[in-house]
């Protein structure tokens, strides 16, 4: 591609080659190829929907959680290609948020092929990679992976058919070995050499034989991860961040917003901005979606932006200048009026609010029968408040508009909804929309949203040119989704110390989709042996922004039960741990539990000493993993102030594809939730949120955070499961559990601050 | 306005009132410095200004004339990381990364001043440094790490 500077004056840029689709894989492939897709098992199963179908194909439980993405039926899927020159290449579309899912996939591919972990690399991620789906629900290793595990297995076998041909021996007697196979009387063929001047394709088969996971070398060894070497050294390039792509032409835009939600823009003069040195241009911009054609708003990419302005310029901060000049003169109506926000920062008030859907996430028996036959009636309310993703970097996108093209730059978890959603705003078929992936700052799922790609496509058709915009962090804190609030009401009954009956109903402000949330974040499957559980979703709505964050409202129904078991617990007068223990019959999570309160020393406390142990824990049926946590605090009962000491985290996430990429989801995830739990609340008012910065919004800092011991059961051989935000789930629980410990003050709602511990305290 | 830049003299032709960050970044296109929030308080688009620490999206260009200005790519490169690079890649300190270019330049600065720093000085000294994926405790050990190969 030419370059030239950026705009008159400016820098050249490093000459920038974007992958595109088929033309970069001819060149890859020139030489000879096995491509194996992930496409034919696919249409296998689509076809299984039909009547005259065949049943559906049996599948090792190593690669049941791939097999879902198998075949999206499209010519272009994932596959895993074995190169004439020695290489392995896979192409798959779950972008790395910085779990390191990348690099256990990798693992996994090399051992299939056997072998050695440099030979396998991983493609960028662009529109054309496709399809194992966004990234999101810790899904990489687990699901993906698994995906790659089958490609990669099938590209052997397909591998080992050709030698077998090539040294006229039978393929059951060839070993596999550093690339290549090895016959009985000494002699070996190469992958390279097998498909020289070749170009085969094969399609993934569900059923082949899985090398067995006693024998992989690769795989549970702590690999380093692949992207972090670039990340630390500011290499630029096509691998490197987002932020840093710099396209030939390109011109930063940054928005004035309205002052509330809802407000609409009544007038503005623009004329004093052009007049600004590196000004280029002022798009005003209406993306609210009863405006926008084409605007789905149904799915995940949800958008409910309103109105803004566009100042767009040579260099940001003329861009910034320009905005800080134009909302001089902007005029605006008044907001939409928001439910004012307790003052109490609990959330009743979801309750006494108009319910517009329920939905039943889990029930079990009848809280009838399960009442009657307790002795005892314990009841508690909990609340969670609106919390903001709050990502380090604010949201960014590029967007060049062609004529009848798209290109966008992204660090979207999904290439294709993002694909779609411009496909669809333009009127343009997907095959015209380019969408290449690049890392970005962690989002937590806020990155299924994308909303600056949106603002710059709008802006660059208005203007024609590559458009970056980059929200500032105001923006971030008062126009990004957030996750919504949660009202608790348990209800339980004892007999003895059993628990007969265990009610759990949420009051929740509406995130997008209310099914999709009920399946996967809000629906938690207690694994206890109580003989009756109900568990009610009831749905209402504030007109705040809302949408995902990390591990999609899990932790706060985790805090609310596993809180509450406590206190049941402390009523029957039993051990929280004996209590939880006594009523599990997994041994999987019946170990979590044992490993985390062995390494702490577990001992209740009968007499409050300022410092304590909570237990909590959590078993997650989509990721198959399991997590249990004890919390070490000491607390000063002077001031109610929290220092949250250490954190025990049993794990069980099955057979550990990466120790030190699991130790690290671990130390992060303990570490993100204590963040949530003890310090972050939104905080709005006047229509607005008025939670803006880091001072406003604070989260943990290097002096508050704990200590984080990771004690992971390596299960080899189980499949491996979900670990991205599994660690999050028990912590603001185990803490809350810590905190009476040590005090008898039971904190019932997040975050656990000084003035509230204090208030706690007082009432004990 | 004149200033050294990992090094070699340059000099900018922008808005002497623009941050050396937009300088940095739209000017010498330099990948490093990151914008986090404009006001001083995550620490993602730290620099070193004469060695020591600095935040620049704080800093107006003026005021950086006749300073030397170093950026994470005035350390060292992906062949040869500088010390503390290279601890933080050792302990694989980075799970986005998109706050590790101030990690790593609020470290370097800070170990230039106090080579043999204790734990709580280095937690001291990075307290006001942002980091949301939870990368602390590696940030850390990084750092504790480079301390005792003595240098940065």
Redesign the interface.
């Known amino acids: 591609m030419a370059s030239s500077p950026a705009y008159p004056?400016?820098?050249e840029?490093?000459g920038f080659e974007g992958p595109s689709g088929w033309t970069r894989r001819q060149f890859l492939f020139g030489a000879g190829a096995l491509i194996i897709t992930f496409s034919t098992a696919a249409n296998l199963l689509a076809r299984g929907a039909a009547a005259a179908a065949p049943p559906a194909p049996a599948v090792n439980p190593w690669a049941a959680p791939g097999v879902g993405y198998l075949g999206n039926g499209s010519p272009l899927s994932s596959w895993i290609a074995i190169t004439a020159d020695g290489r392995i290449l896979i192409s798959q579309s779950q972008p790395d948020?910085?779990?390191g899912a990348q690099t256990g996939m990798l693992q996994i591919a090399a051992d299939e092929l056997y072998v050695p972990f440099e030979r396998v690399s991983m493609l960028p991620i662009d529109s054309s990679s496709a399809n194992t789906g966004g990234v999101g629900g810790s899904t990489g290793v687990h699901r993906a992976g698994a995906a790659v595990r089958l490609a990669a297995a099938t590209a052997r076998e397909t591998l080992r058919s050709l030698a077998a041909a090539a040294l006229g021996v039978a393929g059951d007697t060839l070993v596999p070995r550093d690339g290549a196979f090895h016959a009985p009387d000494g002699r070996s063929v190469t992958y390279a050499q097998l498909v020289a001047g070749k170009q085969l394709t094969g399609n993934v088969d569900p059923n082949v034989h899985l090398r067995s996971s006693a024998t992989y070398e690769v795989v549970g060894t702590p690999v380093?991860?692949i992207?972090?070497?670039?990340?630390?050294?500011?290499?630029?390039g096509p691998t490197?961040?987002l932020?840093?792509q710099?396209v030939p032409g390109m011109v930063?835009a940054r928005l004035l917003r309205p002052p509330a939600y809802g407000a609409q823009l009544l007038s503005y003069d623009a004329r004093p901005v052009l007049k600004m040195?590196?000004v280029v241009a002022v798009v005003p911009l209406d993306l609210d979606p009863e405006h926008v054609p084409g605007w789905n708003t149904s799915g995940i990419t949800n958008m409910e932006m309103g109105q803004f302005v566009a100042v767009v310029a040579t260099?940001?901060?003329?861009a910034?200048q320009g905005v800080q000049a134009l909302a001089k003169t902007a005029r605006w109506t008044a907001g939409e009026p928001l439910i004012p926000q307790p003052a109490s920062n609990t959330y009743e008030y979801l309750a006494t609010l108009p319910v517009f859907s329920t939905q039943v996430a889990n029930a079990r028996g009848s809280m009838v029968r399960g009442f009657s036959q307790a002795s005892r009636q314990i009841a508690a309310e909990y609340s969670t408040p609106y919390l903001a993703n709050?990502?380090?970097?604010?949201s960014t996108g590029m967007v060049w508009v062609k004529p009848g093209e798209v290109e966008v730059w992204s660090d979207s978890q999904n290439v294709f909804s993002t694909q779609t959603q411009v496909a669809n705003l333009m009127g343009l078929p997907t095959s015209a929309v380019t969408v290449h992936n690049f890392?970005?700052?962690?989002v937590?799922g806020r990155g299924w949203n994308d909303d600056a790609v949106y603002e710059a496509l709008f802006i660059s058709r208005a203007i024609g040119l590559p458009v970056r915009v980059?929200w500032?962090?105001q923006e971030e804190f008062q126009w990004s989704t957030m996750q919504g609030p949660k009202f608790f009401r348990m209800r339980g009954g004892l007999n003895g110390n059993r628990v007969t009956a265990f009610q759990f109903d949420v009051y929740t402000d509406k995130d997008f989709g209310d099914t999709w949330m009920g399946q996967n974040g809000i629906a938690i499957a207690p694994l206890y042996t109580f003989p009756h559980i109900s568990q009610v979703i009831h749905y209402v709505s504030n007109p705040m922004r809302k949408g995902l964050l990390r591990a999609v409202g899990a932790p706060s129904n985790c805090f609310a039960v596993e809180s509450f078991m406590d206190e049941l617990a402390y009523a029957a007068g039993v051990d929280p741990l004996e209590f939880r223990l006594s009523q599990l019959s997994d041994p999987r999570a019946i170990a979590v539990l044992t490993r985390a309160a062995e390494a702490a020393g577990w001992k209740a406390h009968t007499k409050p000493s300022g410092r304590g142990l909570g237990i909590a824990t959590f078993f997650d049926p989509g990721a198959q993993t399991y997590v249990a946590d004890v919390a070490q605090v000491a607390v000063d009962k002077a001031t109610g102030q929290v220092r949250v000491e250490r954190m025990y985290v049993g794990f069980d996430c099955g057979l550990v594809v990466n120790p030190?990429g699991v130790r690290?989801q671990i130390?992060?995830?303990?570490?993100?939730a204590t963040?949530w739990c003890m310090k972050e609340s939104v905080r709005y008012a006047d229509g607005m949120v008025q939670t803006v910065?880091?001072?406003s919004y604070p989260?943990?800092?290097?002096?508050e955070?704990p200590?984080?011991v990771p004690l992971i059961i390596d299960r080899p051989d189980i499949p491996p499961g979900g670990v991205g935000e599994l660690a999050t789930m028990p912590v603001s629980a185990a803490i809350a559990n810590a905190i009476y410990d040590a005090t008898g003050a039971r904190i019932r709602s997040w975050p656990f601050t000084p003035d509230k511990v204090k208030a706690a305290l007082a009432a004990v | 306005m004149h200033f050294r830049l990992n090094g070699r003299p340059v000099e900018s032709?922008?808005?002497p009132?623009?941050?050396l960050l937009?300088v940095l970044?739209?000017?010498?296109?330099?990948?490093?410095p990151?914008?986090?929030?404009?006001?001083g308080?995550?620490g993602?688009c730290t620099v070193l200004m004469d060695d020591a620490p600095a935040r620049s999206c704080q800093i107006p260009l003026a005021a950086v004339q006749g300073h030397a200005v170093t950026?994470?790519?005035g350390l060292?490169?992906?062949e040869h990381?500088s010390v503390v690079?290279q601890a933080?890649?050792e302990e694989?300190a980075?799970?986005?990364?998109?706050?590790?270019?101030g990690m790593?330049m609020q470290a370097t600065g800070f170990l230039k001043q106090n080579p043999h720093p204790t734990r709580q000085e280095i937690?001291?000294a990075?307290?006001?440094?942002?980091?949301?994926?939870?990368?602390?405790?590696?940030?850390?050990a990084a750092i504790e790490k480079a301390a005792a190969k003595g240098g940065v």
């Open positions: 004056g400016g820098p840029p490093a948020v910085g779990t380093p991860r992207d972090i070497p670039a990340k630390l050294t500011g290499t630029g490197d961040y932020v840093n710099r930063h040195p590196g260099n940001e901060w003329a910034i709050a990502p380090i970097g604010p890392p970005g700052s962690g937590y980059q500032m962090r030190n690290l130390e992060g995830g303990t570490i993100q963040s910065d880091w001072i989260i943990l800092h290097f002096s955070v200590e984080v | 032709a922008f808005d009132t623009s941050p937009y970044r739209d000017e010498f296109a330099l990948n490093g990151k914008f986090g929030c404009g006001l308080e995550c993602a950026t994470l790519e060292g490169t992906l990381p690079q933080f890649i694989q980075a799970q986005c990364g998109y706050c590790i270019n790593i937690i001291q990075m307290d006001n440094n942002m980091c949301r994926c939870g990368t602390h405790l590696r940030i850390l």
